[in-house]
């Protein structure tokens, strides 16, 4: 056998390089390596994490830089690390795996599989002594019963088999109704965190495609209490400290019920759809506290995680260096409260009643994490000034610590760019300069895109990852959401080489990775060898690709008249629909699709001559509509090519008698 050792000094991944100087033996995932498994009948150790991952950073420490423990990994196993963020296929399989031995789930990933690569034994963190001993126990094992590894591996192989077969019942007999979705929003109300905003428990995660949902059935439904909630939550996260009131920007997760302590790191896939949720919930409510977190959310993804070329990075890290040196979660952004006075001086009191520099706003070892809980009002009466003097003091008091900030050390930079949430930002900065009308926010968003065209696609075969250089098969997850982007800037744009590359890229993800057998679409493409093909269709904090892939092929069966394609959605979607009573908040972007077929959804097509008037219709929030300009490349418009301004408004390809004014469709939409 030929000698290892550790090669994650060559790859790109900022997480994997993070493990370059371990004693591990870390091998990177590849088929070479696997086959070198399999030739020497050694057992795999896959462990998966993500460069921004607080316990991942915990368990390197303890155990992969540990002598000792690299000895006992070197010698019984062909240890291999993964980043989640690169290889999402890779990191489902054998997190369903784990969830299946222990009902949990999480970050690292740590799991031991037979040289095969079928998995026999996981876990996340463990320290190192139970690291150690669970180690020494599965080699005495392997080395003296390796038969009851096989079995258990081959049960454990059928359990896995039968989470995809869930997606694959009868779709006859099931029907969509408003009744359905009612029912739906009574029994998810029960988990309505109505004190704190978001949903009930802890840790708390912020859901942007369950709010989104929820407003757009508030908004359809005309149901106050919804809406109300969504308005409430919303506002609650920005007031929270999972929100970075001086630099802009959430964090991925609260650990408290109160949105007080986020865990620190800031992924792009979560700013990205809350942007857009927030954009939307502007038009609603009108709240400006909303327009507030997006613009300032959109200067911190351009001040951070941009970059040069266009793209946009995909993480900072929850921790960084502290004045000691040491390296601790939240060090970037937390305050002392010496700190605060020592800077703010004659304002540190009206700072600290707005922010709650007090036992309420209190985290550990002398931290506070800022956050709201009184109103303006409230606060300049208080003080006796007046709300505008109370706003430019608080606003100058930001300034102040944000310029103060830049000097600490800064959380480590995950620099790779993943198509997929390349795919949700771009959606999220063309939908911001649909209701603010910012044009370098279109600006921005056309530079990544173009970027994406130029560097991950060859033909229509998509790549996944850039860092330096393009790598990594995409997955569905990058089709769909790149998919729905080009939707998006297409009825920003209406350039129509944005519609038909859509289509094409559609057409291709059939090919690649459509299963007649259960109606939906594997998480792989036909290219990708691993141990199982998934099929993903719960969505979390991230929508389900099939979920996405179900939208974007109701929309384009509009534009391009492909009734076939609605079919396939409709199929989908009536698959999915008995699953969603026992789990709605896992179901939400199916629950958004239903709203297409339970209420009327319309199609807008202006005349070449109406162009004045495109900007002014994108400005409102309308969930139940696409919009085309005339077009001999697009079916849907055909007929439509009128020399005067009018606007054609159709259900289903039929279409209304035309309308002279942008305002006449608008009221009739809203009637």
Not at 526 to 533: G, P
Request: with cysteine; charged share 25%.
């Amino acid at each position: 056998m030929r000698q290892l050792e550790n090669l994650l000094a060559k790859e790109t991944s900022p997480y994997l390089l993070q493990h370059a100087n371990n004693p591990v033996f870390w091998q990177s995932w590849n088929d070479s390596i696997l086959k070198f498994a399999k030739d020497n009948n050694k057992l795999l150790l896959i462990s998966i994490g993500y460069s921004a991952c607080h316990w991942c950073h915990v368990m390197e420490h303890e155990c992969f830089e540990d002598e000792e423990v690299a000895q006992v990994m070197n010698e019984n196993f062909i240890s291999i690390k993964v980043d989640r963020e690169e290889r999402p296929d890779v990191d489902q399989i054998y997190m369903s795996a784990l969830q299946i031995m222990t009902g949990q789930g999480g970050w690292p990933l740590n799991i031991v599989a037979l040289p095969d690569g079928r998995p026999v034994w996981g876990v996340t963190y463990l320290p190192k002594k139970k690291w150690m001993g669970s180690l020494h126990q599965l080699t005495d094992l392997y080395k003296k019963a390796p038969e009851h590894m096989e079995d258990y591996a081959q049960k454990l192989s059928l359990g896995m088999e039968q989470l995809n077969n869930l997606v694959s019942s009868e779709s006859e007999g099931q029907v969509f109704s408003s009744t359905f979705l009612e029912e739906t929003i009574t029994s998810w109300q029960s988990k309505f965190d109505l004190k704190n905003g978001g949903f009930r428990g802890a840790p708390k995660f912020m859901m942007p495609n369950n709010l989104s949902f929820l407003l757009r059935y508030g908004f359809q439904h005309q149901q106050k209490e919804i809406l109300d909630f969504v308005e409430f939550s919303l506002e609650k996260m920005a007031q929270g400290g999972i929100y970075d009131t001086l630099g802009g920007g959430f964090s991925r997760y609260s650990v408290d019920e109160r949105w007080h302590i986020p865990h620190f790191e800031k992924m792009l896939y979560d700013n990205a759809q809350l942007i857009e949720l927030y954009s939307d919930a502007y038009v609603v409510f009108k709240n400006e506290n909303f327009k507030k977190v997006v613009e300032e959310s959109l200067e911190f993804i351009q001040r951070e995680l941009t970059a040069q070329q266009g793209y946009f990075f995909a993480a900072l890290d929850a921790d960084s260096l502290n004045e000691e040196n040491l390296k601790k979660e939240g060090a970037f952004y937390t305050w002392k409260k010496d700190e605060l006075q020592k800077f703010l001086q004659d304002d540190f009191e009206i700072f600290a009643e707005y922010f709650n520099i007090n036992a309420y706003g209190y985290w550990e070892e002398g931290d506070y994490v800022l956050i709201n809980t009184k109103t303006p009002e409230e606060i300049a009466a208080q003080f006796s000034i007046t709300e505008e003097k109370l706003q430019q003091k608080i606003n100058y008091c930001k300034q102040l610590l944000f310029n103060k900030r830049k000097e600490r050390k800064r959380p480590g930079l995950d620099d790779k760019g993943l198509t997929s949430w390349n795919a949700m930002m771009i959606k999220a900065y063309t939908k911001a300069y649909q209701i603010f009308q910012r044009k370098e926010y279109l600006t921005i968003a056309e530079k990544a895109i173009n970027f994406i065209t130029e560097n991950l696609l060859e033909e229509l075969q998509l790549y996944r990852n850039f860092k330096n250089k393009k790598s990594i098969n995409a997955n569905l997850e990058d089709y769909a959401f790149l998919i729905e982007a080009l939707l998006k800037l297409y009825q920003t744009t209406f350039k129509t080489a944005h519609l038909k590359l859509a289509k094409n890229l559609t057409e291709q993800v059939f090919t690649d990775f459509y299963d007649e057998k259960s109606g939906f679409f594997f998480y792989t493409s036909t290219q990708v060898k691993l141990i199982q093909r998934s099929i993903e269709t719960q969505d979390n904090v991230i929508p389900a690709s099939n979920s996405v892939m179900a939208h974007n092929l109701f929309k384009l069966s509009k534009f391009y008249l492909k009734h076939e394609w609605q079919e396939v959605a409709e199929m989908m979607l009536k698959k999915i629909l008995p699953q969603i009573n026992d789990y709605p908040s896992g179901y939400s972007n199916w629950l958004s699709l239903q709203l297409n077929f339970t209420h009327q959804f319309y199609e807008l097509v202006f005349s070449k001559e109406s162009a004045s008037s495109q900007e002014k219709i994108q400005q409102y929030y309308l969930p139940q509509l696409i919009y085309a300009v005339a077009d001999d490349e697009i079916p849907l418009t055909h007929g439509k090519e009128n020399k005067n301004e009018l606007y054609y408004l159709c259900k289903e390809g039929a279409c209304e008698l035309p309308q002279k004014t942008i305002e006449n469709v608008i009221d009739r939409l809203n009637s």
